[in-house]
């Protein structure tokens, strides 16, 4: 079988297990587990061997026409270098993880069916949007996965949290995505094609009229799907989603699609030293306003989804000093280490009955119930936070080294200003990853309290997968060297001075973290021994006392997070007694008066409220006052002028000979009064 063939099939199987797992859910539900699993696992296998064949070497490429246009047309082509192939490998791989492991995770849920379908919709709109070389049909993956996501999110639909969340994504990524088709419009336009290989060829010899814009309407598109700031408001929403989900969205699919987009296309953007330092600044914002909001999130996976905002960021920020192979080698690298943060979550989930890190630092002993979740959270965590010899590690520093590169002037693809904010945001995100990294795992697993609720061992179909994806969560980056023959042939390898800056910038986030947390724990006991009410009243230090009354707060949030939590209910055994006293959180120490603008997201929601959310309310309400009050008033009158002629009419209309005779011959004695008198007039003049 030719290697177009099976770049074909990729995309197609899941396609073609989520419609027979749509068709047949209700009728033959004891297929659907296998249509979830098998097609899926066989794309992720052909996607492999696709990989295998190309090798990194020649571009494959295959293309025919789908429609004629009339102008430029439109054809059904693939487009397969070595950052394709080795992205369709990752989607694979995760996309059939996350079904595995959904099996075991939502197996009483009464809409797996529908969900697994959904799942396997969006993974073959990933990859038609990988493969593709064609900009309009790479479009149809793109809008797929948009859909796929409102769908997915809102899965629990019963709650305002879902709908709300589901609803938000939807609108905001479409916000990008409307500045995104007119660029792709206006690529094509000066191309003359929508065929990638055509574009590149046309930025190569020069042939963009309006490069500036081109790039930044694209990048509207990108910060929108790929949760870039100033758009990226709508993925911690997205966390009322069921966890695999997250993982899928998270790892391989949609947040991933935008940077894949971008190295892509990076010629087009290259072709605008101006976009090249918008790219940057916005990589810059989103690395380290994420860093800070996710020091403060309570709820285990709105930290991670924190987490994705900022790694994304620092894809964006390799992009913007023009190394798409150190981009695309933490997407691949990130895509491992988050689907297993994520799962992991969900085990976590799973077992304790809470999404609270607040409720969780008051269980002791969950690390022993989960023993899988603990050793492999362990390792994404270390992962996450750049720790060598792990694959973040390897990642993370060729995005540090390329923004060096372009800094000190070796490289003259971007200015060096946008090297600078890249390596210095990159170098502060690295501690503040390091710092909620350290938080996550001191919360989660080094709780003080009651007993964890002992369920027995987590599903093999839940900690198999956990195991799978910490391999390339631990070894992935030693393939920095060999990896590179795959992209441009850059050097992905460390260098002493990014290591020395980015490990110790690291190891300053995790020990502060630590040792704020040993405070924040001998807090915590004290406050709990003497009581929160009557702390000072007993003789406990005003300090503790003070921390008893300002973590109170903090544990009634953290219980109604966990309550409120769209899935606990669906996955948990049991909803366990909130412990009592404060959580050892030491989150609010390390951002100060940060803290509480940073755990609503630094009130980005509110400012978008006023802006643009109020004013489209009131434009709305006044349409709807104009169309009911005045444009219905006409209309009514219309209609009421008619009904009032029409009564006089039928008054007239008695059904009496007489009278008609009588009107007739009232009307003839009229008509030649009339006529005299215009006679006589005429005569006289």
Request: hydrophobic share 55%; charged share 10%.
């Amino acid at each position: 079988m030719s290697t177009t063939t099976l770049a074909v099939l990729v995309p197609l199987l899941p396609f073609l297990g989520a419609v027979a797992g749509l068709l047949l859910g209700r009728t033959a539900p004891g297929f659907v587990r296998p249509l979830a699993i098998l097609p899926t696992l066989g794309a992720a296998v052909l996607a492999v061997l696709v990989a295998l064949r190309q090798g990194g070497g020649e571009t494959i490429s295959a293309a025919t026409e789908l429609t004629p246009t009339g102008s430029v047309p439109i054809d059904l082509s693939l487009y397969i270098d070595g950052f394709a192939a080795l992205v369709a490998v990752l989607v694979g791989v995760v996309a059939t993880c996350v079904q595995v492991y959904s099996t075991a995770y939502l197996r009483e849920d009464p809409r797996y069916p529908s969900y697994a379908a959904l799942v396997s919709l969006f993974t073959s709109a990933m990859l038609l949007v990988v493969y593709s070389g064609d900009l309009m049909v790479l479009l149809v993956g793109w809008e797929i996965m948009g859909i796929c996501s409102y769908f997915l999110v809102g899965h629990y639909w019963e709650t305002e949290a879902a709908r709300s969340a589901s609803l938000k994504a939807f609108l905001v990524t479409k916000l990008g995505d409307v500045p995104f088709l007119i660029g792709l419009f206006a690529l094509a336009a000066d191309a003359g094609s929508f065929e990638i290989p055509k574009i590149l060829g046309t930025v190569a010899t020069g042939g963009l009229d309006h490069p500036t814009l081109i790039a930044l309407l694209l990048l509207a598109g990108v910060a929108g799907k790929s949760a870039q700031f100033p758009l990226h408001t709508w993925l911690p929403d997205a966390m009322a989603g069921p966890t695999p989900v997250s993982a899928l969205i998270h790892a391989a699919t949609m947040v991933a699609a935008g940077v894949y987009f971008i190295a892509r296309l990076l010629p087009v953007f290259a072709a605008s030293q101006a976009a090249l330092v918008v790219m940057a600044v916005m990589a810059a914002v989103t690395m380290i306003g994420s860093g800070l909001a996710a020091i403060a999130q309570d709820d285990i996976k709105r930290v991670l989804a924190y987490s994705t905002i900022g790694q994304l960021g620092y894809m964006v920020g390799a992009l913007a000093v023009g190394d798409r192979g150190a981009a695309v080698f933490h997407l691949l690298s990130h895509g491992a280490f988050k689907a297993l943060l994520f799962l992991g979550a969900g085990v976590i989930i799973h077992a304790a009955g809470t999404n609270s890190l607040g409720v969780m630092s008051r269980m002791d002993g969950l690390a022993k119930r989960i023993p899988d979740a603990f050793w492999t959270m362990t390792i994404a965590l270390l992962a996450l936070a750049a720790v060598p010899p792990f694959a973040g590690f390897f990642s993370k520093e060729a995005v540090l080294v390329a923004a060096e590169h372009t800094a000190t002037g070796h490289s003259e693809f971007a200015p060096s200003a946008a090297g600078w904010l890249v390596l210095v945001a990159g170098l502060l995100t690295a501690l503040l990853t390091a710092a909620y990294a350290t938080r996550l795992w001191l919360m989660a697993f080094r709780g003080r309290g009651a007993a964890a609720p002992d369920h027995g061992k987590e599903p093999l179909a839940m900690t198999g997968v956990l195991w799978l994806l910490a391999i390339p969560s631990i070894g992935f980056g030693l393939a920095a060297g060999p990896i590179s023959d795959w992209f441009d042939g850059g050097e992905l390898t460390p260098t002493l001075v990014t290591s020395v800056l980015g490990t110790g910038a690291a190891a300053i986030g995790a020990m502060l973290t630590y040792a704020l947390w040993q405070r924040a724990s001998a807090k915590a006991v004290l406050a709990t021994a003497a009581g929160i009410g009557d702390g000072a009243a007993a003789g406990v230090p005003a300090v503790a006392a003070e921390s008893a009354a300002s973590v109170a707060a903090a544990s009634v949030t953290a219980a109604e997070s966990a309550a409120e939590a769209p899935e606990v209910a669906e996955v948990t055994h049991d909803h366990p007694a909130v412990p009592a006293g404060p959580a050892a959180d030491p989150g609010k120490a390390f951002l100060g008066p940060l803290h509480r603008h940073a755990a609503v997201g630094f009130h980005l929601d509110a400012v978008y409220d006023r802006l643009f959310v109020r004013p489209v309310r009131a434009a709305a309400s006044l349409v709807r006052f104009l169309d009911r009050e005045v444009v219905d008033t006409y209309v009514r009158g219309a209609g009421t002028g008619t009904q009032l002629l029409g009564s006089l009419v039928r008054r007239a209309q008695t059904g009496n000979v007489q009278s008609y005779l009588s009107a007739l011959l009232a009307g003839a004695v009229v008509l030649a009064i009339a006529t005299a008198v215009l006679a006589n007039v005429n005569a006289g003049s």
